[in-house]
C-alpha cells in the first residue's frame, strides 16, 4: 500500500506561481514512475505531468501541452517526494490537482488532492 499525501495549494492571482508537493509512504518511491493530474469543476480529470521511475537513463519527464514551459515537475528520491512548480498561472488551471504513483504501469495510487485556485 502506497499513501499519498498533497500540499502547497491555495489561492493565487493570474500571473502567480505556487509550489505543489506530494510525500509519498509505504512502498519504494524511486520504482513509481509519479505523476500530477488535475480535475476542474464539472469537467473529467486530466494528466499534467509526470516524472518516470529512476533508471540507468534518468527519470524521463513528460507535460501535457499547456503546462509547457509553465510547469516543472521533479522528483526528490531521498525525500519520497514529487514537486511541481508552477509559474505563470491562469484562471484555467484552477482545479483540485491529485498525485499519483504507478507501479509498472499496472498499479496506481492517488492521494485526496490539493485545490489551487488562480483569481482572475
Known amino acids: 500500500q502506497v499513501q499519498l499525501v498533497e500540499s502547497g495549494g491555495g489561492l493565487v492571482q493570474t500571473g502567480g506561481s505556487l509550489r505543489l508537493s506530494c510525500a509519498a509512504s509505504?512502498?519504494?518511491?524511486?520504482?513509481?514512475?509519479m505523476g500530477w493530474f488535475r480535475q476542474a469543476p464539472g469537467k473529467e480529470r486530466e494528466f499534467v505531468a509526470a516524472v518516470a521511475a529512476v533508471s540507468w537513463r534518468g527519470s524521463t519527464l513528460y507535460y501535457a501541452d499547456f503546462v509547457k514551459g509553465r510547469f516543472t515537475i521533479s522528483r526528490d528520491n531521498a525525500k519520497n517526494t514529487v514537486s511541481l512548480q508552477m509559474n505563470s498561472l491562469k484562471p484555467e488551471d484552477t482545479a483540485l490537482y491529485y498525485c499519483?504513483?504507478?507501479?509498472?504501469?499496472?498499479?496506481?495510487?492517488w492521494g485526496k488532492g490539493t485545490l489551487v485556485t488562480v483569481s482572475s
Open positions: 509505504g512502498r519504494t518511491f524511486s520504482s513509481a514512475a
Open positions: 499519483r504513483a504507478n507501479y509498472r504501469g499496472t498499479l496506481s495510487y
